[in-house]
């Protein structure tokens, strides 16, 4: 059976298992919504609402999927680098391992410049201090502003007091 008339191209198979893959990640948020009690409140909206919405929204991306699948509409797959996937990846395996030994600005810089290492930005004399920065200021918003813990390291208590 070909996808399109006269183009002898077949459905794509992977693009069928993505598409059912949307569909069960789609599906998992409308059953556990169909837990949630829905009174609605004075706004007519309930803790269910978001939920039902992001379901269907995979639902019909499963469906548009499929159909572009059948239809051989799909985007050719491009040559896969595994390269970047390893250094954001690595980035992240250190920043959980080492976020409540050095806390989190040093952790999350690491992640932001291994993540820019995987993007191409490979000068992480450059791209480290930069995320360092990054990190503190959204470590300093959660704690001061917000007064929401996150796990401090020796850098935040040099700045910021204990």
Request: cysteine-free; hydrophobic content about 55%; proline content about 7%.
């Amino acid at each position: 059976m070909t996808g399109q008339a006269g183009t002898g191209r077949r459905p794509d198979g992977a693009a069928f298992i993505i598409a059912a893959l949307l569909a069960v990640f789609g599906a998992v948020p409308l059953w556990d919504a169909s837990t949630i009690p829905d009174k609605g409140g004075y706004a007519g909206i309930g803790p269910a609402a978001m939920p039902k919405v992001v379901g269907w929204a995979l639902i019909a991306l499963a469906a548009t999927t499929a159909v572009g699948a059948f239809r051989g509409r799909l985007a050719d797959v491009p040559r896969q680098n595994p390269v970047p996937l390893f250094w954001i990846g690595g980035g992240l395996v250190l920043q959980i391992a080492l976020l409540h030994t050095i806390g989190f600005s040093l952790a999350t810089g690491i992640l932001f410049a291994t993540t820019a290492a995987g993007f191409g930005k490979r000068n992480l004399v450059l791209t480290l201090p930069v995320g360092i920065g990054f990190a503190f200021v959204v470590y300093a918003i959660f704690d001061r502003l917000l007064q929401l813990n996150l796990p401090g390291g020796p850098l935040e208590t040099l700045i910021l007091g204990g």
